[in-house]
């Protein structure tokens, strides 16, 4: 009796497992450039939100104090719908400064990255070009 328990209790995991899909990734997941080519940002899952780090750099030698490669310049970032990434923090290593931000995929497959201080109506966007 224990036997068969244990076996169909085997079977329900073994089954369920199987039957369960990988999550898919969200449009903005993977590399993008940032305006011209010469660095590229990645953004990845991170725990349960998402984060993007900077992952190259053409000329290291002109990357800006706290911008070099390895950097984190997204963080906190959820998913609000298919397109868009909310509710986190943009860094701009030109000022030391952290700003609250979205980022949304556009119709165009340009990743549109918006920062703000205060409303998102005061903000700055760039469009940035996803990187093969």
């Known amino acids: ?10 079977l329900l995991g073994s089954t369920v497992l199987l039957s369960m899909k990988p999550a898919a990734k969200h449009i903005t997941e993977g590399n993008w ?26 000329d290291p030698s002109k990357a800006i104090k706290n911008g070099e490669v390895g ?11 298919k397109q868009t990434l909310e509710g986190g923090k943009i860094y701009d290593p030109r000022n030391n400064k952290w700003y609250s931000g979205r980022l949304k995929v556009g119709s165009d497959g340009k990743l549109e990255v918006r920062g703000w201080v205060g409303m998102p109506t005061f903000g700055k ?4 070009t996803r990187a093969n």
């Open 71 to 81: 950097a984190v310049i997204f963080k906190d970032f959820s998913i609000v719908d």
């Open 1 to 10: 009796m224990r036997t068969r328990i244990s076996y169909s209790l085997f």
């Open 125 to 128: 966007s760039m469009h940035w």
């Open 33 to 58: 450039y940032p305006g011209v080519q010469t660095s590229k940002i990645t953004i990845a899952p991170c725990g349960n939100k998402y984060c993007g780090t900077i992952t190259w750099i053409k």
